[in-house]
C-alpha cells in the first residue's frame, strides 16, 4: 500500500475570449472572489479582481506520494479546466506551483 501526501496546489491562468454573459456573472461574483476568499479546499478555491484578466485557483490534493507533485498539479489543472469550461469561462494555458505539505520543513523559533 503506497504513502498518501497532502498537496497544496496553485493553478493560475488568464481568461480569454470570455462572452459577454460570461463577463457580468464573474463581475456580479468578484467580491466572492478576492483576498478573502483565498484558502485551499479539495474543491477548488477561485481568487479573480474586477480586471478579469488573471485567475487562480487553490487545491488541496491527495494522492500517492510515489506520483509525486507532478500528479497532484496535472490533478489540479485538470480540475480547474472543468470547472473552467463548466461555467463557459474561455482562458489561456494554466500552470501550477505544488508544495508537499507532508515533507515541508516547519523552523519554530527557539525559546
Not at 461574483?29 to 483576498?35: N, Q
Not at 496535472?74 to 474561455?90: F, I, K, P
Request: cysteine-free.
Amino acid at each position: 500500500m503506497s504513502t498518501q501526501h497532502t498537496y497544496r496546489v496553485i493553478v493560475r491562468g488568464t481568461f480569454q475570449d470570455l462572452t459577454d454573459a460570461a463577463r457580468k456573472r464573474l463581475l456580479a461574483e468578484v467580491e466572492e472572489h478576492g483576498l478573502a476568499a483565498m484558502q485551499f479546499t479539495e474543491e477548488g478555491s477561485l481568487t479573480y479582481d474586477r480586471v478579469l484578466k488573471h485567475f487562480s485557483f487553490r487545491y488541496v490534493v491527495v494522492s500517492d506520494a510515489e506520483d509525486g507533485e507532478e500528479m497532484a498539479g496535472a490533478l489540479a489543472e485538470d480540475r480547474a479546466q472543468t470547472t473552467l469550461r463548466e461555467a463557459g469561462y474561455g482562458h489561456g494555458e494554466l500552470r501550477s506551483t505544488v508544495t508537499d505539505m507532508d515533507t515541508m520543513k516547519i523552523n519554530y523559533k527557539g525559546r
